[in-house]
């Protein structure tokens, strides 16, 4: 279900502090599900990668609020306890004329009503779906998530496989259908590298999606009924040298960012993270971003990860896994700095304003935290964030 910007929309926008341009060009997609807690809303619009650059989404409460940034917002108890109604924001700059623009959802209200009452109570809910750490062409990726009937013997915990009567898995490449299966057992797919139903195929591309649509109906004896829900999450490209280190993601591509890169912006290696001149097959452009932009960028992904949070931890990650079979060893590490989201707090650094970066110094043989111009351009690792956290 989509709630798009009507006439009224700019006074919601001027309430809440928010100067945008009253459009039908973004919209909250919830996937026709009713609200509730773990919901997760997704901020879409209906303009075209090549009409808007460096997009950036804020989530604003009626208060004007913010309460939660990037494309996707998990609605916590806290919200459902604070706000009333949320509007998605979208700042991008138009490429015409190289302007910035802000465009605002409509006020998407948090208390959905349903003929039988609150669709928060007495409702069975999907939520925490993942398929995987990583999903590229290729790579088998496992559906995971947990089913809360609060109408069983303990409502706040998660239903087990014997509770769960029957299931329906639909697996979706922008739209078409690549996998489906009512046998709530089988939870892994292998991400095709071509996808479509006539003679000429697809090809799967870091700008697409992979949306998951899950039903479910528990047991006579847990009793609230059938759940459902939907979940997009971003398609990555399959890097030779390796994608995952833990919770760290390799450094992203160029192909995989929001960012209009320019030359400057990208690096390009050969398969084992060697730097080289070439072009074509077998040579992987990495992106090279401001700070900023590193950090929204991360922030942005499906599902919401976030740029290197800690400076010195990661440098030793690095310096006991860039090594022969180590886990980081082919990645781009001798060819850019890599951003992380902590502040150079010495002396120079906080009259400059810079964060820290990790790099590896030649001389040292060794990756060293060293202190960065926000304007710098080096490369973007994120990380899993902490449940902790969230």
Known sequence: MYFKLNQL????????????TASANVYIDHQNQNIHQGSVLTAKTDLTSEQLQNPKVIW???KGVVIGTGKQLSITPDILGNSQNVMACMSYINPEDQASNVECSDVLPLEIQTLVGDPRIHETTISNVLVGKFIAPTEEVTLSFDVIDPDSADGDTPLTDDQIESAKYTWKIDG???????????KSVTIPETYGDGPVKNPVTPDQKLTVYISVIPTEEVG???GGTAVDFDISENFPGGNIADNY?????ASETMYDEESKNIVNTDENGVATSATGEGVYGFAALPQAQAKLEC???????????????FAAYLRSNTTSDGLTEHWPYDVR???TNEKDDSDLGQVFDYFNGVGYITPDTDFKVIGQDPDSLALVVCEDIPEETK
Not at 9 to 20: C, D, H, N, T, Y
Not at 299 to 313: F, G, H, I, Q
């Open 224 to 226: 609230s009924g059938a």
């Open 60 to 62: 604003k409460d009626e």
């Open 249 to 253: 993601y390799r450094p992203m591509l």
């Open 176 to 186: 078409v259908t690549i996998y489906e299966t009512e046998d709530k057992s089988d």
């Open 299 to 313: 922030e942005n992904r499906s599902p919401k990860l976030r740029l290197v949070e800690n400076a010195t931890d």
């Open 337 to 339: 700095m890599f951003w």
């Open 9 to 20: 929309a700019m006074v919601s926008l001027l309430s809440v502090g928010v100067v945008g």
